[in-house]
């Protein structure tokens, strides 16, 4: 039987300072699926770098109106990006995993206008924001490199936007939880041929624009199919090309992209 979970977390979970991992020791730098540094774009990350922050679950990372003299790329684990209504409603707007830019939008416009919040226990490396000119004025390839990863934010929001505007409830879900796997699977987080998303139903609703009645009754229909089995509070996927299929979605399709 499928289980929702229908509270949406408001919890605050606390922050700690963790030891420094030097840039040139870091282990996504191992994954084939990142370019590599230049000797001298190493030499500026390693000293842009202020050292690392760990976030339990349900820790707000970055709150919506805030200012935050850091900027954050994400080492390891799962957070999301959301705005909320005065009532409290929610809208999951994208989902955060390892080498991915968290805060960019408060360093162009000054504030954060929308929340990130983590879905496991995380791990980011710490920049210190007002360093951020100096990357564009002496370091073009990086400068490039902000500007490819804010542009793939933008074309995954399309895919998104396309997904609630037009898809189907199955074809939303599937696509979903498809893109969530290809995108795990990009940076190492599959293990095997199965991988278990953390998130629950009510993270699911709150991405696709759903009631969770509806989210839990189409979930249900994909794991009829046997193409996903749903726990307490993670999915696990089953078969993620036929969750492709089904949203006919063509898949991320990107080679080698950039790590700050």
Not at 29 to 55: I, P, Q, W, Y
Not at 150 to 177: F, P, Q
Request: glycine share 8%; proline share 3%.
């Amino acid at each position: 039987m499928l289980r929702g979970n229908s509270a949406v977390s408001t919890t605050v979970a606390s922050t700690s300072t963790v030891r420094r991992i030097p840039c040139e020791a870091c282990p996504l730098r191992a994954n084939a699926h990142f370019r590599d540094f230049t000797a001298e774009e190493l030499k500026f990350v390693s000293g842009f770098k202020r050292g690392e922050l760990v976030s339990e679950p349900a820790s707000m990372i970055l709150a919506e109106g805030s200012h935050s003299a850091q900027l954050f790329t994400l080492l390891s684990g799962w957070a999301f990006r959301f705005k909320t209504l005065e009532d409290g409603r929610r809208q999951i707007l994208n989902y955060l995993l390892p080498g991915d830019l968290v805060g960019l939008q408060g360093s162009v416009i000054g504030e954060m206008e929308h929340s990130v919040e983590s879905l496991s226990p995380v791990v980011l490396c710490v920049f210190q924001r007002d360093n951020l000119p100096k990357l564009f004025e002496n370091h073009p390839g990086l400068a490039f490199d902000v500007t490819w990863l804010a542009s793939r934010e933008e074309r995954m929001l399309d895919e998104n936007l396309l997904s609630v505007g037009r898809r189907s409830a199955m074809e939303r879900a599937a696509y979903l939880i498809a893109f969530l796997y290809q995108r795990a699977q990009q940076v190492g987080q599959v293990k095997g041929s199965r991988q278990l998303i953390p998130i629950t139903q009510q993270h699911v609703a709150d991405t696709l624009g759903l009631s969770i009645v509806h989210t839990n009754k189409t979930l249900r229909k994909l794991a009829a199919k046997q193409l996903i089995r749903w726990h307490d509070r993670a999915c696990e996927v089953l078969d993620a090309d036929a969750l492709a299929e089904i949203a006919g979605w063509s898949g991320l399709g990107e080679g080698r992209r950039p790590l700050i």
